[in-house]
Every structure is written in C-alpha cells, then in structure tokens.
C-alpha cells in the first residue's frame, strides 16, 4: 500500500514485558515521528528522525522508550519493563521534506497498547 | 505537554449546517495545522496555513489565523455525516520539528 503501516494493530501484554511497534513509512520519506495519543487526547510528540538519525527524542516519557531506524526506512519504538500508564495508542507518521516543519505528516492507524 | 487548545471539546450539529472549531495556542509558530481522526484510525491532514497567512481554502474548508490572538479556526460548510470526526489543529514552532496538538472537537453530524 501507498501510506504509513503500522504493526501489530493491536498488542496487549503484562507489566513488566517489552514491546516492539513497528512502523513502515511512505517510501521516500524523510522525516518520521513517533506520538503517544492517551484517550480522548490529542497525539504527544515522541521521537523524531531524519533518515537513520533520530534528531529529537525529548518526548520519550522514560529510559524505559527507544526507537531506532537503523536504515532510514522502517522504524520500531521498543518500550521495555512495560507500566500501566504506557497503556495508549501509538501513532508514527511520516512525510517528505526533511524536517517536518512545513509538510503535512501522513499518519498510520496506529498500535493500540494494553498493559495489564 | 499539549500546545493547542480546541474549542468546543463537542460539537453536534444537523446535516447541512456549517461547523466552526477554534484553536487557541501559546507560543510563536512557523504554521498551523489542521487534521481529522475518524475513531479507531489514524490522523488525516486536511489544511496547513503558514504564520504570515491569514486565510486559507480548500474545497468547504476554510481556515483562519490569527497571530496577535495566537488563535486559528476551521469552518466547514454544508456539513455531511461523513464529517463526524474529532479535529485537531497542531502548531509548529520554528525551534524544534515537532507538531504539537490539541486535545480536539469531537464533531458530529446528524444526518
């Protein structure tokens, strides 16, 4: 397909396990981002990457989040020793130019996360 | 922590009828963004006015910045049902790269 895939959709896991999202951007894009959206709130800016390097990652909540594009292309944001409050929806975008300032980002539908 | 703050956080209006958003924010911006979340699925843009724009179109979009208020709206004529959708704006600061966004209008529309 043509626009941002992320996997898996859904993920439920107990506290204290890692998880790994994984995010297929638009082919060609630059720029990618990783947002935590709690319910009913608007998404939090996570991490931002321009090709392999990942230029900002002061919204990372914790030590415990790390995301990588090893090659430019696909990404994945590992949460380690999982807590409730991680439970959210975790949402990557993409989109062209190299930073994200001045395009539109292209939004996957997300990995929603359960910690139990 | 969120930069923008929607208003109303609901709005349900009849087919037809036009819908109006607004968005106020806290710091200077290089632009403002405007985009649709359908429940359960990601963000679609629909409009981005840059910081010396005061108004912008597409299709029955029309959206407004106002930089000395720091605020921005989003009109949207002759609302369908296929608009129900919660909207966000996001504003881009000229520092950094990130998108900051609202907590959103939960819009409905009857039909």
């Known amino acids: 397909g043509a626009g941002v895939s992320q996997s898996p959709r859904y993920k439920v896991a107990k506290r204290g396990q890692d998880v790994a999202l994984r995010c297929d951007p638009i082919?060609?894009?630059?720029?990618l981002f990783w947002y935590q959206q709690a319910l009913g709130q608007g998404p939090e800016f996570l991490t931002y990457?321009?090709?392999?390097?990942?230029?900002?990652k002061s919204g990372l909540p914790s030590d415990r989040f790390f995301a990588e594009r090893p090659e430019g292309s696909v990404s994945t944001l590992k949460i380690q020793r999982t807590q409730q409050e991680d439970s959210a929806v975790y949402l990557c975008?993409?989109?062209?130019?190299?930073?994200?300032?001045?395009?539109?980002?292209?939004f996957g539908d997300g990995t929603r996360l359960s910690i139990l | 922590s969120q930069q923008g703050e929607e208003d109303p956080q609901a709005l349900s209006i009849q087919e037809g009828e036009n819908a109006t958003m607004n968005c106020s924010y806290k710091?200077?911006?290089?632009?403002l963004q405007w985009y649709r979340q359908n429940s359960g699925r990601g963000l679609v843009h629909l409009i981005l006015?840059?910081?010396?724009?005061r108004e912008k179109h597409s299709g029955r979009l029309r959206v407004t910045l106002d930089t000395s208020k720091k605020s921005s709206s989003l009109l949207i004529t002759a609302s369908r049902a296929a608009d129900t959708a919660s909207y966000f704006c996001?504003?881009?600061?000229?520092?950094?790269?990130?998108?900051?966004f609202g907590a959103g209008t939960r819009l409905t529309v009857k039909p």
């Open positions: 006015i840059r910081s010396n724009e």
């Open positions: 975008a993409s989109s062209l130019g190299r930073t994200g300032k001045d395009q539109p980002q292209h």
């Open positions: 996001a504003t881009v600061r000229y520092s950094n790269n990130d998108m900051r």
């Open positions: 082919s060609g894009h630059v720029s």
């Open positions: 990457f321009q090709n392999e390097a990942q230029l900002d």
């Open positions: 710091t200077s911006i290089n632009n």
